[in-house]
């Protein structure tokens, strides 16, 4: 007898992307995503915009879901959604969506946390991509996130490293907002330093202990050293633009690249997987092939769409909780601060 096939409907409105995707048991049928432009306006994630925005998308980009997966709602086996962590404004849109729509299906909800998300999207069915095996790292980097995760199996998984201030997608937005980049500047910032010199100037690197992150002290060192140079010489950013952007990518690559590898040291493990917004900075995955090369890990990096935030994701946690039974109560509310 075939198996019965499970269809998923995620969402995820944890930040600035309203997404809604349609899983067929692993594989993935639709993974619509709605970007919110109007924060390039303010140089950041604006919350309340966010907010009024998810209420305007959300339901277009759950039609076009269900629309492009071609299947009908009434064929749904179960609703995940995004409960945190994130924006709480953005948070509650998904939620009561997602509740509603269980209910009115009559089908179980489950909730998802964003960044077990981010490392399950690593276990959606693609062809000729490996997935990595119990126990392995992931690094999620984003503009929201920088955490390294033990993963010993799909829900047990120990944070043993993370910022303790900002992200590195914020260190890579805050330095390019310094040097008059457009918003989010990290794809600004990589394009820039394939040219320059990364050892033209010398960031320091922060001292934290154990296996956390610290960037709020990096971009306050590049925001001195750009006061100090335009006294100079006004020109000085245009005239070095590629160099400065290649020594800051030099700098936080190395930042990122030294904690991965005490992780491996304490651990043993040497498979590693990355997600994230950032993981698409050739820095990092020139880093992460090297280190295949000279250490012997083995990585692992989604494809582009599953790194940065989207419900296919979420769909592949609600996938894997619906084999388990674990279905969320309907008065679940939507949580900023969840822990993994
Ligand atoms: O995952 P994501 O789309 O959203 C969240 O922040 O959760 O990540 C967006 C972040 C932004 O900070 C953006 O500047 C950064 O990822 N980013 C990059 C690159 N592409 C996106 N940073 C460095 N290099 C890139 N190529
Ligand atoms: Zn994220």
């Given at each position: 007898m075939s198996k019965e096939n499970i269809y998923i409907l995620g969402i995820e409105s944890s930040c600035d992307d309203t997404s809604s995707a349609v899983l067929c048991n692993d594989k993935i049928l639709s993974n619509v995503v709605a970007s919110q432009k109007i924060h390039a306006e303010y140089g950041g994630v604006v919350p309340e915009l966010a907010s009024r925005a998810h209420q305007s998308n959300i339901v277009p980009v759950v039609d076009q879901a269900l629309k492009q997966a071609n299947?009908?709602?009434?064929?749904?086996?179960a609703i995940a959604f995004t409960?945190?962590?994130?924006l709480m404004g953005s948070l509650l849109v998904g939620t009561s969506f997602a509740k509603s729509l269980a209910y009115g299906l009559d089908i179980p909800l489950i909730d998802v946390n964003h960044m077990q998300g981010h490392i399950l999207a690593h276990f959606i069915e693609e062809n000729a991509y490996t997935k990595p095996p119990f126990p392995f790292l992931a690094m999620t980097i984003s503009g929201g996130h920088t955490q390294i995760v033990k993963v010993n199996s799909y829900f047990d998984m120990d944070v043993i490293g993370e910022t303790i201030d900002d992200a590195v997608g914020e260190a890579y937005d805050k330095s390019g907002k310094i040097l008059g980049?457009?918003?989010?500047a990290g794809p600004q910032i990589d394009k820039l330093a394939?040219?320059?010199?990364?050892?033209?100037y010398q960031f320091t690197k922060p001292k934290v202990d154990g296996l956390n992150f610290s960037f709020s002290g990096l971009k306050t060192g590049i925001l001195y050293f750009i006061q100090r140079e335009t006294k100079n010489n006004p020109e000085f950013v245009k005239e070095n633009l590629a160099d400065i952007c290649a020594s800051i990518q030099y700098t936080i690559i190395g930042i990122l690249m030294d904690k991965l590898k005490s992780a491996v040291k304490q651990t043993?493990?040497?498979?590693i997987a990355i997600g994230g917004g950032?993981?698409?900075?050739s820095g990092i995955r020139a880093a992460l092939k090297n280190a295949e090369q000279k250490h012997g890990w083995t990585t692992y990096i989604p494809k582009f769409e599953y790194t940065t935030d989207n419900a296919a994701m979420i769909a592949i946690v609600g996938y894997l909780k619906y084999l388990e039974k674990e279905f969320s109560d309907f008065d679940i509310m939507a949580t900023a601060r969840l822990k993994i």
């Open positions: 299947i009908n709602k009434d064929q749904l086996h409960r945190g962590p994130g980049l457009g918003y989010p394939q040219t320059g010199n990364p050892k033209a043993g493990i040497t498979h950032v993981s698409a900075n």
